[in-house]
């Protein structure tokens, strides 16, 4: 006998085919508005550092052209050496508090070094009295270094030739090669060649490691007078590593007179910055295998979300033609087929449709060891222990109670009660039924471990996977603490 359907089975399968490619179109615009808004916030935090950059070599650029201070000699409280050829002066000591200060102020850790010709460490020498009016402000640039997790280094680099550096460790590395020709180097040129402005150089791997450095610098003038040059580095892997996961390539900055964007660069976007000379870019490394990786796994739920609603339209459609009873599978969605308590879905489903207006626990158990129980027994066995849980789990709740499977030896209580003591007591008792006839069902029996989080009636706004997130936490510290034992 030939059936009259309401639809045709090409648009049962044909029209929700529509919906869903409606639907993955729109996920993957909204992934790639995610995508571009947060690359634009990556971009707007590197400038941000930069502009925070340019505060500081501001600040150092005006303290060494208005405050020098010809104070005590420099060995008075100075540390000087002559290592190959090279004067090298520190701190006696590493903190630093004012003259006449008590010692419960807090002291400031300083770091930073000297390092010139070997005549710098002549006391006679007209390098030495210059580096004596500029020691003063040594102590800012080692504050300054300190100041921003980016920066690598500040230095001030005296025309004289010889370098204040913060920490000490880049100066430690300069070698008297490179400190004869570090005025024909081209970021000393650049930044001679705009007086008036900032400088941005870089990225450049440092001479003494293969870190990729991005320096702002300003010459400095004292009256006129041309004194030298000041720099702070930036890390620029570090500034360039992004915290966000959900970009799968990288950033990268390049100085546009000196090297072109890769092929695959994308939101190619060009840093300008108030008072500094820049011929600087960022851009978005696209790699195309890394990202429809990444949005498969962040939108996995999207995606699921347009296969279920795919899937569920056929099912509607099926339904209106071969009349099926939709209870039962609303009900099959929400059961665990094992053990026939609610599943996740389930559990979510009649969170949303109850009013928490009482206190009420949320616990979650797991069977210790149940992964030995498998390999020991096998899997059948395993089958019965996650049975004989439930039913134990069922037959000592209350009626009014919910209980779920969330897969695997996970089982999550939902309990109402009027007073904490009792809740504890209640839960409890539950534990003690499941061990008790443990041995019952595997020789020697098992434990299991719990996490609670009881939510009191003004706390009931929070969200189920915040509550559930709680209880677990505990469930994990229950664990660490040697297991079987429930955690409040």
């Known amino acids: 006998m030939k059936v009259n359907r309401h639809f045709s089975l090409t648009f049962v399968f044909g029209f929700p085919a529509v919906i869903a490619a409606m639907l993955l179109g729109l996920i993957g615009k909204n992934h790639f508005d995610a995508v571009e808004k947060d690359i634009s916030s990556e971009f707007n935090r590197i400038e941000d550092v930069f502009k925070g950059t340019t505060k500081v070599v501001t600040a150092l650029d005006y303290s060494f052209s208005n405050y020098y201070k010809s104070g005590n000699p420099l060995f008075l409280d100075h540390n000087k050496q002559v290592v190959d050829g090279l004067c090298r002066i520190w701190p006696i000591d590493s903190l630093l508090l004012a003259d006449g200060k008590t010692t419960d102020i807090p002291s400031v850790d300083i770091d930073y070094m000297l390092v010139g010709e070997e005549y710098l460490c002549t006391e006679t020498s007209g390098t030495y009295k210059s580096a004596s009016e500029k020691i003063a402000l040594a102590p800012i640039l080692s504050f300054l270094s300190q100041l921003d997790e980016f920066h690598n280094g500040v230095h001030f680099i005296d025309k004289r030739g010889y370098v204040i550096s913060s920490p000490e460790d880049f100066a430690k590395g300069l070698g008297k090669e490179l400190l004869s020709t570090i005025k024909s180097r081209p970021y000393w040129q650049r930044t001679a060649n705009n007086p008036d402005l900032l400088t941005l150089s870089g990225p450049a791997y440092r001479f003494d490691s293969l870190d990729r450095i991005i320096s702002m610098t300003i010459p400095v003038f004292h009256q006129g007078v041309h004194q030298g040059m000041l720099s702070v580095d930036i890390d620029a892997d570090r500034l360039l590593a992004s915290s966000n996961e959900h970009l799968a390539s990288r950033i990268d900055i390049i100085d546009t007179t000196l090297a072109n964007p890769i092929d695959t660069a994308t939101f190619y976007h060009e840093i300008k910055l108030e008072g500094v000379a820049s011929h600087h870019a ?55 087929p094992m053990t026939g308590l609610l599943n996740r879905r389930g559990l979510e489903a009649f969170w949303r449709s109850v009013e928490h207006d009482q206190l009420f626990a949320l616990t979650v158990f797991d069977i210790d060891d149940f992964k030995s129980i498998n390999d020991t027994h096998g899997h059948d066995k395993g089958d019965d222990v996650i049975r004989y849980m439930s039913r134990q789990i069922s037959n000592s709740v209350r009626s009014s109670d919910v209980a779920a499977r969330f897969g695997g030896e996970e089982f999550v209580i939902y309990m109402k009660g009027d007073d904490r003591e009792t809740l504890i007591r209640t839960l409890e008792r539950v534990k003690n039924a499941v061990c008790a006839n443990s041995a019952d069902i ?42 079987n034992r429930i955690v409040f």
């Open 282 to 336: 960022m851009y978005y490394e696209l790699d195309l295998a890394n990202e429809v990786e990444h949005f498969f796994v962040y939108e996995k739920d999207s995606l699921i979300v347009a296969i279920i609603v795919y899937l569920f339209s056929v099912t509607i459609f099926f339904y209106v033609n071969s009349n099926i009873e939709r209870g039962y599978f609303k009900e099959l969605a929400a059961k665990d």
């Open 442 to 483: 595997v020789p020697n029996g098992f434990t299991v471990s719990g996490g609670v989080c009881i939510v009191e009636t003004e706390q009931n706004k929070l969200n189920f996977e915040e509550i559930f997130k709680y209880a677990d936490e505990k469930l994990y510290v229950a664990k660490t603490m040697g297991k």
